[in-house]
């Protein structure tokens, strides 16, 4: 080859290059133009009786995991303050805490150079408050292991540190029944292994039983059924690093008798529940068990199947029904949500139902890939308990649709991008 031919190789790679970068960039703007100016259509049940304030925090960072409760008087409410969903170690704990929701003092920010830390879950252990988090690696913010710290007044802290014994084991929201025993369902850092552990003090924590194993399985949470029984959901992704989610995905529901170690688990794919927050509310002397978690209103079999991050999302609230036989979720609201939403936390006083929860501004309704760039806001949702109940009983049909809006765009660029090759095929065959 002489090297005229070499330089005229090259120059047309380059070209085609450039050309495909272009045309690559239409299409990936025209979609982040149309995510970010789209009206949202999340849908609320017209039974909930609501009030909500859409800037609980509002400081244009990317404000997302959040945790509530209330102890000794006081309410404590804790999220995490990142530049956006990626894994960054500028992200930092924000606790607060105050008499009144309306009226909250920061207290503490929690920092751990060169950690991103995120995931924060309150618990009262032995008339101490324990706040548990996750450590996480690399860009994708990974989740590795857990840390604590804990105080019995809630203004003086522990210093934070590892969970004794618990390398690798991710631990969510600890309950008990008695006071005396605190559970939680714990996943493996793989996400291959969940599994139940038990403790007296909230620091040293011993195995029971595995729950489920496989591939994708974190985020889970549990809670107490009636009759001692205990319930608990798992996030199932199974292919936990595609980004057009994963058609087998959904919610792991697990359930067993004391002493917990032989589990019945079914598969539920209504939606694939991450940030999961467990509760229950007595109706007519009957508890009834309720989640509120992440929704994806949008699934198919190719770009937006479950967990995909090019779908839309919400946060919504659920029942768990069928315990007996085949235990499933009944989705019964969204809350105004959109883009990246959900990670609660929920107290329950007073006929209220008070829940804490973050999301991307819901008057536009972005891809969940553009909401982890973005902003976003902690809102405040404080529910009637009668009206709650009212929704439950009336339930609204999950709007799960195709996201046609997302294949016209595609189409109409693919379209042009026909013609655009073609007319260069055309103009390089009449230059030879």
């Keep these: 080859m002489d090297r005229t031919f070499i330089l005229t190789r090259t120059k047309h790679f380059f070209q085609g290059l450039l050309l495909a970068l272009i045309l690559f960039g239409i299409l990936a703007g025209s979609l982040f133009f149309w995510w970010a100016v789209r009206p949202s259509t999340y849908q609320v049940n017209q039974h909930l009786d609501y009030e909500l304030y859409p800037e609980f925090v509002s400081n244009g960072r990317h404000n997302a995991n959040t945790d509530l409760i209330k102890w000794n008087g006081n309410y404590y409410f804790i999220y995490a303050n990142q530049p956006g969903n990626q894994g960054s170690t ?52 990974i989740p590795y292991g857990t840390a604590y710290l804990n105080s019995t007044d809630g203004v003086t802290w522990s210093a934070p540190q590892d969970l004794p014994g618990m390398a690798g084991w991710c631990l969510w ?83 067993a008798n004391p002493p917990y170690t032989s589990w019945n688990v079914t598969l539920d794919k209504l939606t694939k529940l991450d940030g999961p927050c467990l509760f229950n509310i007595t109706d007519g002397g009957t508890n009834r068990y309720f989640a509120v978690g992440r929704f994806q209103p949008e699934v198919d079999g190719w770009l937006t199947a479950m967990g995909s991050v090019f779908a839309k999302k919400r946060t919504s609230f659920f029942e768990f ?44 309704d972005p891809a969940w890939l553009l909401g982890m760039l ?44 026909f013609v655009v090759i073609l007319q260069i095929a055309r103009k390089n065959s009449r230059n030879k």
């Design 321 to 364: 029904v069928n315990l007996t036989t085949t235990p499933a979720l009944r989705y019964i609201s969204d809350l105004p949500s959109s883009g990246d939403s959900t990670y609660e936390g929920v107290v329950i006083e007073n006929g209220r139902i008070y829940i804490t929860y973050y999301t991307n501004d819901f008057k536009t």
């Design 90 to 141: 500028t992200t930092f704990l924000s606790l607060n805490r105050g008499s009144n929701l309306h009226s909250m003092t920061e207290i503490m920010q929690l920092r751990v150079p060169g950690e991103d830390i995120r995931d924060p879950k309150f618990a009262v252990i032995q008339d101490q408050l324990f706040i548990y988090y996750l450590k996480n690696a690399g860009t994708m913010a």
């Design 173 to 255: 929201r600890p309950k008990t029944r008695d006071n005396v025993t605190w559970y939680c369902s714990v996943y493996k850092n793989d996400q291959a292994d969940n599994s139940l552990f038990r403790t007296t003090d909230g620091i040293h924590w011993t195995f029971i039983s595995k729950i489920a194993s496989g591939v994708g399985i974190s985020e889970d949470e549990l809670i107490f059924l009636d009759d001692g029984s205990m319930l608990v959901s798992i996030r199932n992704e199974l292919n936990p690093t595609t980004v057009i989610g994963d058609v087998m995905a959904g919610t792991l529901l697990a359930i």
């Design 374 to 417: 973005v902003p976003s806001n902690i809102v405040l949702a404080n529910v009637s308990i009668t009206s709650f109940i009212d929704a439950a009983n009336n339930p609204l049909s999950p709007s799960i649709g195709l996201p046609w809006d997302n294949y016209i765009i595609v189409s109409i660029n693919a379209a042009f991008i």
